[in-house]
């Protein structure tokens, strides 16, 4: 971030809208998706890099910019009142998927309770690890810096993680109806693991990366929480261009669950490999 001439990190003008500045990264390309294994693998080395550089400062005395963003058990409690409450009698409709979410009421506080008790830190991190919010040296392929910070605050290593997992693991779109084309893809799932801990090194503690799995379980069965909550009130926080669309995205998240549980073993020996 480049301060302005009085020093501020940033500049309000005359009608009292505030501007930053940060330097501009010369020759560099956003992705929208994984194109290949490499660029999977470097965009886990930019977000590994992201929490060894920030492992010492003081997580807690940032400011939270989204409440409880990734406070599991509190999304299971929304999701049951939206259940309740039924405004537009759409749980009828959707009893499978709201007995798949039931059925893990106790996975939701695995990490929030770790936390809690002092055995997981609190952590710097970045809350929107998607492929897109990393620049790529556009002759090299190689993952330069990581942007779009305005949702860094305090949090869990195995969060991020997590997320650019749910999100990048897996071949289909977000709101693919067909299930049969959505799957969990192990190989990349080890070769985000790879770069994610060669680059954090050892910043992180034995018990954090032994929970990079449940990171990648969690965030996306909150994820498919967040979508059926939202289908259940009338898809009124993600934008949506079609009918039905939120419970579609909430299927493919309950999918790749599955799919994890079925290889968590595997999972975790995959961390353990690298650890």
Known sequence: MIPTRA?????RDGENRCWRVYAFVEDTVCLQQVQTPEDFY????????FQKQLAGYPAATLHE???HFHDTPRRFENFEKAVEADSLGRAAGVEQEIAFVRARQRDCAVMTDLLAAGKLPLRVTHNDTKLNNILFDRTT???LCVIDLDTVMPGLAANDFGDSIRFGANHSAEDEPDLSLVNFDRE??????????QAAGDAFTPLEKETLPWGARLMTLE???????????GDHYFHTARPGQNLDRARTQFKLVQDMEACWDEMEAIVARYS
């Open 65 to 67: 910019t989204i409440p």
């Open 223 to 233: 994820c498919g929480m967040r979508f059926l909550t939202d289908y259940l009130e």
């Open 7 to 11: 020093g501020s990190a940033y500049f």
């Open 141 to 143: 392929g190689e993952g």
């Open 42 to 49: 470097q965009s886990a080395v930019a977000f590994g890099n």
């Open 188 to 197: 990349l799932f080890e070769i985000y693991v790879k770069g994610f801990l």
